[in-house]
């Protein structure tokens, strides 16, 4: 059973940086696509940035220039790096794992950027 853990959530001052983690298990993980997305309170889930079975990437406007996502196949894990942090980026940030039809979604890591 496909199981996607988020890690590396936390409280940031703003200008400063985080790094997520998403370990997946149960998949065949170097052919998904895997992504980051994230829900603020009151607002549309958004995406972050995904990354291809070949490592083309791709980020949402809001964060081009400040977060990059890599993939370790040999560890099943996905990452997202994230400078110069802004009060908008508090969110929950939700891994999800995608090939054609299906879809898994991590329960979310919570990242607060406050000062």
């Known amino acids: 059973q496909a199981q996607l853990v988020e890690s590396g959530g936390g409280l940031v001052q703003p200008g400063g940086s985080l790094r997520l983690s998403c370990a997946a298990s149960?998949?065949?993980?170097?052919?998904?696509?895997m992504g980051w997305y994230r829900q603020a309170p009151g607002k549309e889930r958004e995406l972050v940035a995904t990354?291809?079975?070949?490592?083309?990437?791709n980020n949402g406007d809001s964060v081009k220039g400040r977060f990059t996502i890599s993939r370790d196949n040999a560890k099943n894990t996905v990452y997202l790096e994230m400078d110069s942090l802004k009060l908008d980026d508090t969110a929950v940030y939700y891994c999800v794992a995608r090939f054609g039809s299906l879809e898994n979604w991590g329960q979310g890591t919570q990242v607060t950027v406050s000062s």
């Open positions: 990354i291809g079975s070949d490592g083309r990437t």
């Open positions: 149960g998949i065949s993980f170097s052919v998904y696509t």
